[in-house]
């Protein structure tokens, strides 16, 4: 199994660009999440799925979005990129039921 | 808003020592406590906690729960150098499996 896997590892940005950062999981998890991490921070939860067709936000959603068409995806979209957004970005899932979150090696962006 | 904090925020250890990470809470509708390690990457799972009192073991890694003083510790027997790392403390409240994180206690094992 590859458990959680994100896409891509690292990403420079311009400021106003936009992108989607990509997770998958295959161990069938309805539970889907997305975090930030910010230097000598712990983790921030941006949004979360509990679901196909169910999102909700975190504790920071402000200029993200999100979808969860299917079980497996849980794609993670950045429209206008600010300096401020600059972090690692990690996906975690669970199983329903579940309390152990298991997160994805991270995507690590950054917007100049 | 719920809160976790962790201390100290780092330690340098002597491989061989044993130490002893602090967390504590103040969540919502408290499920569990659970332990991560953090390498160079993605967090990965140590322990979770649900009951007070009841010692997790897991080679010189262990940790305990005390629902009463909202609080958890791991410690960490005979350092090793592998054991550097950042030690990160997640409490899961309310619905939904959200965790809060704490900062995290940064380790150094050195020889």
């Known amino acids: 199994n590859a458990g959680v896997t994100q896409t891509p590892k690292f990403r420079i940005l311009k400021i106003g660009q936009s992108m989607t950062l990509q997770c998958a999981q295959d161990?069938?998890?309805?539970?889907m999440y997305w975090y930030r991490q910010d230097p000598g921070m712990g983790l921030k939860l941006i949004y979360y799925?509990?679901?196909?067709?169910?999102?909700d936000k975190g504790e920071v959603p402000n200029g993200y979005n999100v979808s969860r068409s299917t079980t497996e995806d849980f794609p993670l979209r950045l429209e206008l990129a600010a300096p401020s957004q600059t972090s690692v970005y990690f996906c975690?899932?669970?199983?329903?039921?579940?309390?152990?979150?298991?997160f994805g090696p991270g995507t690590r962006l950054t917007v100049l | 808003e719920d809160k976790v904090v962790q201390s100290p925020l780092s330690l340098v250890v002597h491989e061989g020592d044993t130490v002893t990470l602090n967390c504590s809470y103040e969540?919502?509708?408290?499920?569990?406590l659970l332990w991560y390690k953090q390498e160079k990457k993605a967090p990965t799972f140590l322990f979770m906690l649900?009951?007070?009192?009841i010692e997790k073991k897991s080679g010189r890694l262990s940790s305990i729960l005390d629902k009463k003083e909202l609080s958890s510790i791991l410690n960490i027997t005979a350092t090793q150098t592998g054991d550097s790392a950042i030690y990160l403390c997640?409490?899961?409240?309310?619905?939904?499996?959200?965790?809060?994180f704490g900062t995290g206690t940064r380790l150094q094992v050195t020889l």
């Open positions: 975690a899932s669970s199983a329903q039921g579940s309390d152990t979150q298991y």
């Open positions: 161990m069938n998890h309805n539970y």
């Open positions: 799925s509990v679901g196909a067709g169910i999102t």
């Open positions: 969540v919502t509708n408290f499920r569990s």
């Open positions: 649900t009951s007070s009192g």
């Open positions: 997640a409490v899961l409240g309310g619905t939904a499996s959200k965790l809060t």
